[in-house]
């Protein structure tokens, strides 16, 4: 025996169908979202998790991320100075790893002084809170205070002898964990790697013509490129004949889209050739651009700027001298 099941039939045998929704306001909405973290320090603040600044392996592996770059200024050392200082190890026990956009955080540009600043901050921090917990995981297994554990050479020890490697401990350590907003950070006078002069990094493969900068990179199947700029700003690119820079050695294509002309060559030189001859190709309509002379100080007041203090101590001071 079978029998239809309509709205109608539902209703007979249930009494009711009572459907029912809410639409919350915007203030009830926002007041649902949970409430922002403390602020933490430097880049922190941005990616607040330990394990986005370091890592350490079954094996004792330690590897650290920065979203900064070396660019000369010597960061990647000072960098390694400061998460080998925390974490009580020799600068040679730290792999680092330096803006890779698929591991490292987003730390935006690489300028202004900032590295130490925010980065540096960070990993510093993070890698004190990392410290503490390998010894509160030792002091477990060990049944003793942290206060009595001594950490050095990725190794902690009891004041009976007994070790536990870094490797042992973090297996055991989730560090998938929000950084806190104070760290147990070493007192300037037990500072043994901090402030001292440790050969640079980033000086070997300079010298040696490894792969130092961005453009000493060569990946597998990489071609080079190299882009026509106009001769002024705002100028079109009325035409240009690119017969002649296509059937240029290595020349793989010219890429034009409005006034943007670039060319795609397989050797670099080869780019750098077919790019001076589409230059002279190129045919361009200029327009004028520069501002009124009589206006300077006007026109320079009202571009637009940013203002930020990269770092302050104390109250300014002019005593009227100009130096």
């Given at each position: 025996?079978?029998?239809?099941?309509?709205?109608?039939?539902?209703?007979?045998?249930?009494?009711?169908?009572?459907?029912?929704?809410?639409?919350?306001?915007?203030?009830?909405?926002?007041?649902?979202?949970?409430?922002?973290?403390?602020?933490?320090?430097?880049?922190?603040?941005?990616?607040?998790?330990?394990?986005?600044?370091?890592?350490?392996?079954?094996?004792?592996?330690?590897?650290?991320?920065?979203?900064?770059?070396?660019?000369?200024?010597?960061?990647?050392?000072?960098?390694?100075?400061?998460?080998?200082?925390?974490?009580?190890?020799?600068?040679?026990?730290?792999?680092?790893?330096?803006?890779?956009?698929?591991?490292?955080?987003?730390?935006?540009?690489?300028?202004?002084?900032?590295?130490?600043?925010?980065?540096?901050?960070?990993?510093?921090?993070?890698?004190?809170q990392v410290r503490e917990l390998l010894l509160a995981k030792a002091a477990e297994k060990f049944g003793t205070g942290s206060g009595e554990l001594k950490a050095a050479e990725k190794v902690i020890t009891a004041p009976d002898g007994?070790?536990?490697?870094?490797?042992?401990?973090?297996?055991?350590?989730?560090?998938?964990?929000?950084?806190?907003?104070?760290?147990?950070?070493?007192?300037?006078?037990?500072?043994?790697?901090?402030?001292?002069?440790?050969?640079?990094?980033?000086?070997?493969?300079?010298?040696?013509?490894?792969?130092?900068?961005?453009?000493?990179?060569?990946?597998?199947?990489?071609?080079?490129?190299?882009?026509?700029?106009?001769?002024?700003?705002?100028?079109?690119?009325?035409?240009?004949?690119?017969?002649?820079?296509?059937?240029?050695?290595?020349?793989?294509?010219?890429?034009?889209?409005?006034?943007?002309?670039?060319?795609?060559?397989?050797?670099?030189?080869?780019?750098?050739?077919?790019?001076?001859?589409?230059?002279?190709?190129?045919?361009?309509?200029?327009?004028?651009?520069?501002?009124?002379?009589?206006?300077?100080?006007?026109?320079?007041?009202?571009?637009?700027?940013?203002?930020?203090?990269?770092?302050?101590?104390?109250?300014?001071?002019?005593?009227?001298?100009?130096?």
């Amino acid at each position: 025996m079978t029998q239809d099941i309509n709205r109608r039939t539902i209703l007979k045998a249930g009494g009711a169908l009572i459907v029912s929704f809410s639409i919350l306001p915007a203030w009830a909405q926002e007041a649902a979202q949970p409430a922002p973290g403390p602020k933490l320090p430097g880049s922190l603040n941005d990616e607040r998790f330990l394990d986005s600044w370091i890592r350490i392996d079954a094996e004792g592996k330690i590897v650290v991320f920065t979203g900064k770059a070396e660019l000369g200024q010597g960061i990647k050392t000072a960098l390694i100075q400061v998460a080998a200082e925390e974490l009580e190890v020799e600068p040679a026990d730290i792999a680092l790893v330096t803006a890779d956009t698929g591991r490292t955080a987003d730390e935006g540009f690489t300028a202004g002084s900032q590295s130490m600043q925010n980065s540096g901050t960070a990993i510093r921090n993070a890698a004190a809170q990392v410290r503490e917990l390998l010894l509160a995981k030792a002091a477990e297994k060990f049944g003793t205070g942290s206060g009595e554990l001594k950490a050095a050479e990725k190794v902690i020890t009891a004041p009976d002898g007994r070790k536990a490697g870094y490797g042992e401990l973090a297996a055991a350590i989730d560090l998938h964990i929000e950084a806190k907003p104070q760290s147990m950070l070493k007192a300037p006078g037990t500072l043994r790697i901090i402030g001292k002069s440790l050969p640079r990094v980033d000086i070997p493969a300079k010298v040696t013509g490894g792969i130092a900068y961005v453009q000493d990179l060569r990946l597998e199947g990489m071609v080079h490129a190299r882009i026509v700029r106009p001769p002024s700003y705002n100028a079109t690119l009325a035409q240009v004949d690119a017969s002649r820079i296509e059937a240029m050695p290595g020349v793989i294509k010219v890429v034009r889209d409005g006034n943007f002309l670039a060319v795609v060559a397989e050797r670099e030189y080869q780019a750098v050739s077919a790019m001076r001859a589409l230059a002279t190709a190129a045919q361009w309509i200029e327009n004028e651009t520069l501002p009124d002379e009589t206006r300077l100080p006007e026109m320079l007041a009202g571009l637009e700027r940013e203002v930020g203090t990269v770092a302050q101590e104390g109250a300014p001071h002019f005593d009227g001298k100009v130096f």
